[in-house]
């Protein structure tokens, strides 16, 4: 079940992740997220924006994005 405040993803109830939020699968396409990231083309995947940046959750991709092309 989802939760409000999620973003659409959920969190884990099993143990060992137990309370993890869940992350966007890495072959996301850009134009496909609920805000694609400007700094990348539209057909970018996640996966390849994450080696990018360094980064793995979206919110800080794009926070790096930002300082990697302005």
């Known amino acids: 079940m989802k939760e409000p405040g999620l973003d659409g993803r959920h969190r884990d109830k099993a143990d060992p992740k137990s309370g993890q939020i869940q992350q966007k699968?890495?072959?996301?396409?850009?134009k496909n997220l609920p805000q694609p990231i400007p700094?990348?083309?539209?057909?970018t995947k996640l996966g390849t924006m994450r080696e990018a940046t360094g980064k793995t959750s979206e919110k800080?991709?794009?926070q790096a994005a930002k300082k990697l092309r302005p």
């Open 25 to 30: 699968r890495s072959d996301t396409l850009n």
């Open 60 to 62: 800080d991709v794009r």
């Open 39 to 43: 700094q990348f083309p539209l057909n």
